[in-house]
């Protein structure tokens, strides 16, 4: 079983910047791709990010291209979400999920654990 919690999130104002971090308590840590998604009251939950296990592929959605990072320290056990220029669009609760020997998907199915999430706000 794998636990991951999310930290980091809060509010901050349009054209701003937050990281966010996930740390996973699973000794295997760098054998898991991990993905970073995000979700709005009354809509899916959508993609965002994600890196391979071993951090040399990353992958992002068009609407966060540019101004989110992604990158995993194995030695810490924690994967991170750089966010600058942050709009009010990118409001959302920010998951990570973990998927085992992944590459570093875009599809939700292939995770096979998730964080509880942690809030992000932009104001305008």
């Known amino acids: 079983q794998v636990q991951l919690v999310e930290s980091g999130g809060g509010s901050v104002q349009a054209g701003g910047s937050l990281r966010l971090s996930c740390t996973a308590s699973?000794?295997?840590?760098?054998?898991?791709?991990m993905g970073w998604f995000r979700q709005t009251p009354g809509k899916e939950r959508e993609f965002v990010a994600a890196i391979s296990y071993s951090g040399g592929t990353t992958v992002y959605a068009d609407s966060v291209k540019g101004r989110f990072t992604i990158s995993r320290d194995n030695a810490k056990n924690t994967v991170y979400l750089q966010m600058s220029s942050l709009k009010p669009e990118d409001t959302a609760v920010y998951s990570c999920a973990a998927d085992f020997g992944g590459l570093g998907n875009q599809d939700k199915k292939n995770y096979e654990y998730w964080g509880q999430g942690t809030q992000v706000t932009v104001s305008s």
């Open positions: 699973v000794r295997t840590f760098s054998h898991y791709a």
